[in-house]
């Protein structure tokens, strides 16, 4: 996943970077609110941690900014010191879709932004996926390129979902083999070679490929290839 980290406390946040970067995330940080906005609504984020108390532009501000100014819906945590059911209450009102107190496990905090994520996915991905003369529909599974259908083995169908649900996005190769073989432990090989599948049964007679490789760092959709 890529992650956003809008977090003051030195301490709590070189740990929190340190340890999402460890589990193959990439993870953006923002020391205060101002500056966290402006990533949120400036990049494309796949969970944001937020805490509340920030400097210039408190937690919950930003999140109502996020959520109701720049509509966006990226899954956020909003970590905070205060415990009581109505501090979770006006979080929740602002937007946040998860919340954790201080102080947290380190792990509880990935399982939650997985979760959150996952679910999101689920959101994302309900109507069929086009881009590039690509259709992708999460419902039945079913693929095609300039309206012929494309059959993909189960792990090359979630490398193409998770590509086609953000053209254009670099993956990098962490991000992907997380998100496909989580739990697994794939080879060096393992991506490589389901990507040349991938490319292979997408591949059209005089159309360019639509997965690009972005040397030393990972993979991406062209959604303007195919048209």
């Not at 970077?17 to 460890?22: A, P, T």
């Not at 992907?176 to 490589?192: I, K, M, Q, Y």
């Not at 690009?212 to 290839?225: D, K, L, P």
């Amino acid at each position: 996943m890529r992650i956003l980290l809008i977090e003051d406390d030195t301490d709590i946040a070189t740990n929190l970077y340190d340890y999402l970067e460890s589990k193959g995330h990439d993870v953006d940080a923002a020391a205060d609110g101002i500056t966290g906005l402006h990533l949120a609504v400036t990049h494309d984020f796949d969970a944001v941690v937020l805490d509340l108390a920030l400097p210039g532009l408190g937690g919950l501000q930003v999140c109502r900014k996020l959520r109701e100014e720049a509509k966006r819906d990226t899954p956020l945590l909003m970590l905070t010191a205060r415990d009581t059911l109505e501090d979770k209450l006006v979080g929740f009102a602002a937007g946040a879709d998860d919340y954790l107190v201080k102080p947290f496990a380190l792990s509880e905090v990935e399982a939650r932004l997985q979760a959150l994520n996952k679910r999101h996915r689920g959101r994302v991905t309900s109507r069929p996926l086009q881009a590039g003369g690509v259709t992708f529909d999460p419902a039945t599974l079913g693929v095609e390129r300039e309206g012929h259908p494309v059959k993909l083995p189960p792990k090359c169908l979630r490398l193409l979902e998770l590509l086609m649900q953000q053209p254009q996005k670099v993956f990098s190769r962490a991000e992907l083999e997380s998100a496909v073989w989580s739990g697994e432990h794939p080879s060096s090989d393992t991506l490589r070679s389901h990507m040349h599948i991938l490319r292979r049964a997408l591949a059209v007679p005089g159309k360019p490929d639509v997965i690009e490789t972005v040397h030393g760092i990972g993979y991406r959709f062209v959604a303007s290839r195919g048209h």
